[in-house]
């Protein structure tokens, strides 16, 4: 079954350090999702893609969809406090379905 | 707009008893979702709904029960508490099929004991 395989599993970065974290899976992606969790909070979506090649970018967020659409990654330049938290890539399982599956998520910690 | 509401946030069980988890939404969504989230691990689709008495089987649906007599309620229910229930639970909502974005809720933190 397809599954979406997040790394790394945990980050811990200086402030005003850049970073990425990937999201693979081993078929055709059909709307790839980036989420944003904080502790005892529902996820807030940052990023949604579409195309193979799209690339959307949000204050110091940049999102990235590959042109295979198997592999995303998520970009934070000059990282603050603020975006720690927990990122999630969740993606359709087929085109244009209901059912969605994510990743197992990467724990962001940033130290001022 | 409130979004999607759920309550309790926390909750102990002792195993054997039973509860239900609420959800609502209030932006006239269709489509609405129950995922579990294990430490460590991504989110599980419990039970999705698209639309008032429509209800289907997620990926881990076992010892779970939904009901959609509303577009806006979606609660859950867990008959049987047991400890591989013990997870937090969030419930989403979105307008329907195809490149949607889900609305999540805030979540609720099961223990079961």
């Known amino acids: 079954s397809q599954e979406l395989e997040q790394s790394p599993q945990s980050l811990i970065v200086q402030e005003g350090k850049n970073l990425t974290i990937n999201c693979t899976s081993s078929k055709t992606l059909y709307g790839l999702y980036w989420y944003k969790q904080k502790y005892g909070e529902g996820l807030i979506l940052l990023m949604m893609l579409q195309k193979g090649g799209e690339e959307k970018s949000h204050e110091k967020i940049t999102a990235k969809l590959d042109e295979k659409k198997q592999q995303s990654s998520l970009h934070i330049t000059a990282s603050q406090p603020s975006h720690a938290g927990i990122y999630l890539c969740g993606a359709e399982k087929y085109r244009g379905t209901y059912k969605y599956i994510f990743g197992t998520g990467t724990r962001l910690k940033v130290l001022a | 707009n409130a979004g999607v509401t759920q309550t309790p946030k926390f909750r102990i069980l002792k195993i054997g008893q039973s509860m239900t988890l609420q959800c609502t939404q209030d932006?006239?969504?269709?489509?609405m979702y129950w995922y579990r989230q294990d430490p460590g691990m991504g989110l599980k689709l419990i039970y999705y709904?698209?639309?008032?008495?429509i209800t289907d089987k997620g990926e881990v649906p076992n010892g779970y029960n939904v009901s959609r007599s509303t577009t806006e309620d979606f609660p859950l229910r867990l008959e049987l508490a047991a400890p591989s229930q013990t997870s937090v639970y969030f419930c989403a909502s979105s307008w329907g099929e195809g490149y949607n974005e889900q609305f999540f809720g805030p979540g609720t933190r099961l223990t079961v004991l």
């Open positions: 709904s698209v639309g008032a008495g």
């Open positions: 932006m006239n969504h269709n489509y």
